[in-house]
């Protein structure tokens, strides 16, 4: 399984950008993808997810601003973000998750700005 994550960049606070993380391989064992974001000097935090029966879940921070959502048709998993705050400001990763024998699969991060 593979993950490829993109659509990071550069925000001004109240913008919007959308991450798309495209999954390969044997996804059919994927049961859920998360989004996570590591600022500098920070710990990696769970953002949002989506499971495989399409429940979703968001750190509070980022309730109302930010949506997951999933295109099977194209096995990728978005991440909407409106509203951007500078404290968005992170690398953002995608993670599968393969919880039948317990396996994670990381993308490689995406860099988010939000800066005036």
């Known amino acids: 399984v593979q993950l490829q994550a993109c659509g990071g960049g550069l925000a001004q606070p109240g913008g919007s950008l959308r991450l798309s993380c495209a999954i390969s391989?044997?996804?059919?064992?994927?049961?859920?993808v998360g989004w996570y974001r590591q600022a500098p000097g920070k710990q990696r935090e769970l953002v949002a997810a989506?499971?495989?029966?399409?429940?979703?879940s968001y750190v509070d921070s980022v309730k109302g601003r930010f949506t997951i959502s999933r295109d099977n048709t194209k096995n990728t998993v978005y991440l909407q973000m409106n509203s951007l705050k500078p404290e968005d400001t992170a690398v953002y990763y995608c993670?599968?998750?393969?919880?039948?024998?317990?396996?994670?699969?990381w993308g490689k991060g995406t860099q988010v700005t939000v800066s005036s």
């Open positions: 391989g044997s996804i059919f064992s994927i049961n859920n």
């Open positions: 989506i499971n495989s029966g399409g429940s979703t």
């Open positions: 993670k599968g998750s393969d919880y039948s024998y317990g396996r994670h699969y």
